[in-house]
T-cell receptor, first 113, second 115 residues
Framework: AQSVAQPEDQVNVAEGNPLTVKCTYS??????LFWYVQYPNRGLQFLLK??????LVKGSYGFEAEFNKSQTSFHLKKPSALVSDSALYFC???????????FGTGTQLKVEL | DAGITQSPRYKITETGRQVTLMCHQT?????MFWYRQDLGHGLRLIYY???????DKGEVPDGYVVSRSKTENFPLTLESATRSQTSVYFC??????????????FGEGSRLTVL
């Protein structure tokens, strides 16, 4: 079955420092991978996706993600974290013949002053 | 305003009662989805629909019923609510397959508590 795993329930980082939120995938064939963000009491918002092409994908709010086929990873990164980046982040993979998104369990990012 | 709206936003009910959560989108997106969000499980797909009158089961469909008589509406019904169905429910939609596949638009969620 196609799936993604987020090994960290929570990530803490100081404002101004780089951040990384980890995601690994288990997919047969070419993976279509996504990152979403959820702010408190809100629905999820699309951040970025990897379909094919460059391994470094740029998305909204200064976020980027690096696709690494050999490590089966798709880590979310940002060079300089902001307090306003504090939120719940979900990695997801397209499954079901391209019909459905399967989400990871989420990683709570906390950016502190 | 255009968008995807869910109602009610908050609902408390009792075990055994029927509950319907509504979802309405104004984009004429062909695909619609219902997810539930629970701590430690992330989001799990309950049901989805590729078009009006076409629905399919997701990962956790037991105890739920959906219908899609119109493109813009996708109600989710709990026929006999159980405590294990206490959760936050999210409706989402997207355009048909193509370059935007996987880019879902989510509603604000419906928080359901079953006593």
């Amino acid at each position: 079955a196609q799936s993604v795993a987020q090994p960290e329930d929570q990530v803490n980082v100081a404002e101004g420092n780089p951040l990384t939120v980890k995601c690994t995938y288990s997919v047969s064939g070419n993976p279509y991978l996504f990152w979403y963000v959820q702010y408190p009491n809100r629905g999820l918002q699309f951040l970025l996706k990897y379909i094919t092409g460059d391994n470094l994908v740029k998305g909204s709010y200064g976020f980027e993600a690096e696709f690494n086929k050999s490590q089966t990873s798709f880590h979310l990164k940002k060079p300089s974290a902001l307090v306003s980046d504090s939120a719940l982040y979900f990695c997801a993979v397209l499954t079901g013949g391209g019909n459905k998104l399967t989400f990871g369990t989420g990683t709570q990012l906390k950016v502190e002053l | 305003d255009a968008g995807i709206t869910q109602s009610p936003r908050y609902k408390i009910t009792e075990t055994g009662r029927q509950v319907t959560l509504m979802c309405h989108q104004t984009w004429s997106h062909s695909y619609m989805f219902w997810y539930r969000q629970d701590l430690g499980h992330g989001l799990r797909l309950i049901y989805y629909s590729a078009a009006a009158d076409i629905t399919d089961k997701g990962e956790v469909p037991d105890g739920y019923v959906v219908s899609r008589s119109k493109t813009e509406n996708f109600p989710l019904t709990l026929e006999s609510a159980t405590r294990s169905q206490t959760s936050v429910y999210f409706c989402a939609s997207r355009m048909g397959q193509g370059k935007n596949t996987g880019e879902l638009f989510f509603g604000e969620g419906s928080r359901l508590t079953v006593l």
